[in-house]
């Protein structure tokens, strides 16, 4: 497939076979011809990576098409195990783009170090007295990592808290930190391992947690879209949507699935690129819930034209240098093959996959239901599962969905009738 202009609208990118797909990935991304190929993760990297070591698991990867964000042309590594996912945010995406793709905000690259003080007495005297000290404070923070400084990160701020528990009243220190391109845990660790001396002296209390908060909501990354009505069936479907949208607005059983939709998109690009889907998942659901309900992680209303507006606000401590994603093979190639210059571009383009994904399975649900899109796929493996080979996987089933009835026996009666 040759094409002149970089576009990441590649149609029937799901019908060519997989070398075929893997070459256009390189002529996108500027791979040299087996760099995609020799990434794999060896034994011995593996070793390295974590403890007792016996092996290494393998998931799919795919490659969501469609996306224009900020005017930039981006083809999505995603790495999961449930069908759909891909071919859901490829199709939003491409609705997406109509009305000029995914438009994204992010603030700066700032974390969140917490520093826990115990025993304290007169709390809100100590408390002052604290952010007295702040520049000092700052200070000896900073000479912790010269280069993060060096690169315009380091810590910016400090802010004290008074809690009280059930073991009484305590004093929680945060360290803003600036973290740049890294994820950041490391930086922040160290700065509030390094502080917890200091601010014993300062309070005269005991420090116990030293450990920066997943709770990421001074890194905030913000992504917009406009979905075309007429593409999408017309105001009466915009309607529907909206109506699915709002029980996610007010019911937190509802929104649980609802914001499950939109991690189905981040956590395999965050899976991908070596990133660590744990902070991110339970940054985003704190989050969610920070106005003392647990809600969506996205808004949608309609413009004055009756298109669909939709926006996600997610916190996104994610990072491009360090950590798992500079160790890891193919992590390594999912950044080239997303061609990111910063943890702020990736963010950008995490935050519109999340977007597009929860676009995608609202409108589904709100239409035609999602088990017609995971029918198609799921039939496959039941084709194979009853023992189907080569031309013979996609005859069983075409013929499983085609009648409404993907089982295991009727693959295996279909099986049996071709052959
Ligand atoms: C399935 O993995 C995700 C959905 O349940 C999300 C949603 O209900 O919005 C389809």
Known sequence: MVQNKKTSKISGFYKLPVEKRIEIVNNFSNLDKNEFQNSNLDIQTADRMIENVIGTLKLPLGIAVN????????ILP????ESSVVAAASNAAKIARIKGGFKTEASDPLMIGQIQLLDVSDVAGKAKKILDHKKDLLKLANNQDKILVKLGGGAKDLEVRI???????MIVTHIIVDVRDAMGANAVNTMCEALAPELEKISGGRVRLRILSNLADKRIVKAKAVFDKEKMGGDKIVDAFLESYNLAVIDPYRAATHNKGIMNGIDSLIIATGNDFRAIESGAHAYAARNGQYTSLTKYWKDKNGDLVGEIEIPLAIGIVGGAGNIHPKAKICKKILGIKSAKELSEIIASLGLAQNFAAVFALSTVGIQ?????LHAKNIAVMAGAKDEMIDKVANKLVKE???????????????K
Do not use: C, Q, W
């Open 67 to 74: 996306f224009l964000i900020n005017d930039k042309e981006y």
């Open 78 to 81: 995603m790495a999961t195990e």
């Open 163 to 169: 809690l009280d528990s059930p073991i009484g009243k």
């Open 372 to 376: 017609k899109g995971h029918m198609s």
């Open 404 to 418: 409404g009835n993907v089982k295991l026996d009727r693959a295996k009666e279909i099986l049996k009738e071709l």
